[in-house]
C-alpha cells in the first residue's frame, strides 16, 4: 500500500518563499546603505577615481556579515540568479534580484528601491579590466591573466634570459630588492629595454621591498637537524647558530629585536615556511624556548637564512626598514610597481604613500602583500586605505601565508582575498610557488598544474625563478589559456566571512 503524505499546498509554500526571500533582500538593500551612511568620513579619503569601488566594497562587507545560504536556496528554487556573482557590482546584483521578485509576484517595486545604483553590472567588471590595465599594462593577445615573473641574479649578466621570457610573452619584470643590489637591477632593466626594442613589445618593472622579514642567522656547518620534542633556544643578534650537545639545546639567531619583545610564552613558530614548527615556552631577555611540535618526517634540517613565522604574535615591526626607504628612492626613478612586504595594518600603507608623495612619484602602482595572519584579518581596511592612492593591487602570498593561517584554512582564505579584491575593483596577483617543479626540477606535478589553473581567476599570476623558467613561462601561458574559455572569477554559495567585521 502506499503511504499518502499530507503535503502543504504548493501555491503557499510558494508565496512563503517569495515573501521570505523579499524581506532577506530588503535588509541586506537597507543594511548595506547604512554601513556606506557610517564610512561616509572614510569615503572621502578615497581617490577619487576609486570612491565608487570603496563605496561597492563596504555594500559588499554589509552583505558578507551575514550567511545567506538559505535566501541562496529559496532563490535557486524560485529559478532566480543567485547572488554568487555580486562582487563587482553589489547594489545592481541585490535590486535585479528584488526586480524579479516583486514581478514574480505581481507587485510594484517601493520607491526607495527604485534609485538608480552608481555601479552597474556593466559597470563593475568595466572597472576592475580598467584598474587592470592600468596596473598591470595591456591585456596579452591570447589570456586574460598577465604574468610576473622573478628574475635570478644571472639575468643581470646573461641579456638573453629577459628577451626570451619577453618572446614567451612575459608582462611585468619582478626585482625582488631582498637580493642583489642596485647595479645589477639597472642591468636586468636595460636587458629589458633592449629586448623590449628588439621584440616590439613593452613589460611592466615591479620591485617588491624587502620588509621586515623575520629569517634565521647563520648556522655553523649552514645547518643542523631537529627532530619532535627538541628544545631550540633563539638569541637576539647576529649569532652564529649551532646544535644540540650533550649539555645544551640547539640554538639560534634572529637580528629582529622586535620579536624578543613581542613573543609570549604559548606562540606559535614556524621555520623555512613550515617545515618545523614549534611552541614557545619560555621567555626570557633576549632569547626564548621553543619545544619542537613539527618537524618534516619527524626530523628536519634548520638552514641559515630561513624565514620564521609567528602566526600568534601581534608584531609591532615597521613595515618599511631603512633599506627599503633606500630602495624605494630607486624604485620610484626606475619602477612601474612597489611591493610593500609583510604589510599589517592601514598606517604602514600610509606611509609608503606619505613617502612616495614626498618623491612626488605618484605614478608608481603600488601592490599589498598579504602573507600573514594579521593582514588577511585586516584586509577590508588595508584596501579603503589603499584605495586613497590611485593605482593598487594585492599579492596573495601563498608560501607565508599559508604557514600563518594553516594550510587547510589556504584555498578558503585565497579564495576570499580573491572576492574581496573583486568588490574594490583591485587587481589580484597570484603568486607563491606557482609550477615550481617545473621552474627548478623541469616537469609539473598534478596538484601544481591544477593550482595554476586556478591563478586563472587572478589578473595576473608569478613565476618564481628556476633554470627551466622558459619551460613554466610556455606552459602556464598554455594553461591559461585553456582555462579562461571555462571560467571567470567565481559562482559560489555565500556564507557568513568574520573578517567583513573590519
Request: hydrophobic residues 40%.
Amino acid at each position: 500500500m502506499k503511504l499518502q503524505i499530507p503535503q502543504q499546498d504548493a501555491s503557499t509554500i510558494h508565496r512563503e518563499r517569495i515573501e521570505r526571500s523579499l524581506q532577506a533582500l530588503k535588509q541586506l538593500w537597507s543594511q548595506a546603505i547604512a554601513l556606506e551612511l557610517q564610512e561616509a568620513e572614510n569615503l572621502k579619503k578615497i581617490y577619487p577615481g576609486n570612491r565608487k569601488s570603496a563605496q561597492n566594497l563596504i555594500h559588499y562587507l554589509a552583505v558578507r556579515r551575514h550567511d545567506i545560504r538559505d535566501l541562496q536556496y529559496d532563490l535557486s528554487i524560485l529559478g532566480l540568479s543567485s547572488l554568487g556573482r555580486m562582487e563587482a557590482h553589489v547594489m545592481a546584483s541585490l535590486r535585479a534580484v528584488l526586480d524579479a521578485l516583486h514581478k514574480i509576484d505581481n507587485r510594484s517595486m517601493p520607491p526607495e528601491l527604485q534609485t538608480e545604483t552608481s555601479i552597474t553590472h556593466e559597470l563593475g567588471n568595466a572597472i576592475l579590466t580598467e584598474h587592470t590595465l592600468n596596473l598591470l599594462g595591456p591585456q596579452p593577445q591570447f589570456r586574460n591573466a598577465r604574468i610576473m615573473v622573478t628574475m635570478p641574479s644571472e639575468a643581470a649578466d646573461d641579456p638573453k634570459i629577459i628577451h626570451e621570457l619577453l618572446a614567451k610573452d612575459m608582462n611585468i619584470m619582478r626585482i625582488n630588492c631582498a637580493h642583489d643590489h642596485r647595479e645589477a637591477w639597472i642591468k636586468m632593466i636595460q636587458n629589458l629595454r633592449q629586448a623590449e626594442t628588439d621584440l616590439g613589445k613593452s613589460c611592466r618593472v615591479s620591485f617588491d621591498l624587502a620588509g621586515p622579514k623575520l629569517r634565521t642567522g647563520k648556522i655553523k656547518g649552514k645547518h643542523f637537524h631537529l627532530s619532535l620534542g627538541d628544545t631550540l633556544v633563539v638569541k637576539q643578534g647576529d649569532i652564529l647558530g649551532k646544535p644540540s650537545t650533550e649539555n645544551e639545546p640547539a640554538m639560534v639567531g634572529c637580528d629582529v629585536p622586535e620579536i624578543f619583545r613581542d613573543v609570549r610564552v604559548g606562540d606559535r613558530i614556524f621555520f623555512d615556511d613550515g617545515v618545523i614548527g614549534g611552541v614557545i615556552r619560555n621567555v626570557e631577555s633576549g632569547q626564548f624556548l621553543v619545544e619542537i611540535t613539527l618537524a618534516k618526517k619527524g626530523k628536519a634540517k634548520l638552514k641559515s637564512e630561513k624565514g620564521i613565522n609567528l602566526p600568534d604574535t601581534d608584531l609591532n615591526l615597521p613595515a618599511l626598514t631603512e633599506k627599503d626607504l633606500q630602495d624605494l628612492e630607486f624604485v620610484a626613478e626606475y619602477g612601474d610597481l612597489v611591493a610593500i612586504s609583510f604589510v599589517q595594518r592601514p598606517t604602514d600603507i600610509e606611509e609608503l604613500i606619505g613617502k612616495l608623495e614626498k618623491m612626488k612619484a605618484g605614478e608608481l602602482g603600488i601592490i599589498l602583500k598579504i602573507e600573514t595572519q594579521k593582514a588577511f584579518n585586516q584586509l577590508p581596511r588595508l584596501l579603503l586605505t589603499a584605495l586613497r592612492y590611485p593605482r593598487v593591487g594585492v599579492m596573495v602570498a601563498r608560501g607565508d601565508l599559508g604557514v600563518e593561517v594553516g594550510f587547510e584554512r589556504l584555498s578558503e582564505v585565497q579564495e576570499e582575498i580573491l572576492w574581496f579584491c573583486e568588490a574594490a575593483h583591485v587587481p589580484v596577483i597570484w603568486a607563491t610557488q606557482v609550477l615550481e617543479s617545473l621552474a627548478k626540477g623541469g616537469m609539473a606535478s598534478r596538484p601544481e598544474v591544477t593550482d595554476a589553473a586556478m591563478g586563472s581567476r587572478a589578473e595576473s599570476v608569478m613565476l618564481n625563478k628556476g633554470p627551466y623558467i622558459d619551460k613554466a613561462m610556455q606552459f602556464l601561458c598554455d594553461v591559461l589559456h585553456r582555462m579562461q574559455a571555462h571560467h571567470q572569477k567565481k559562482n559560489s554559495m555565500l556564507r557568513q566571512l568574520n573578517i567583513s567585521r573590519f
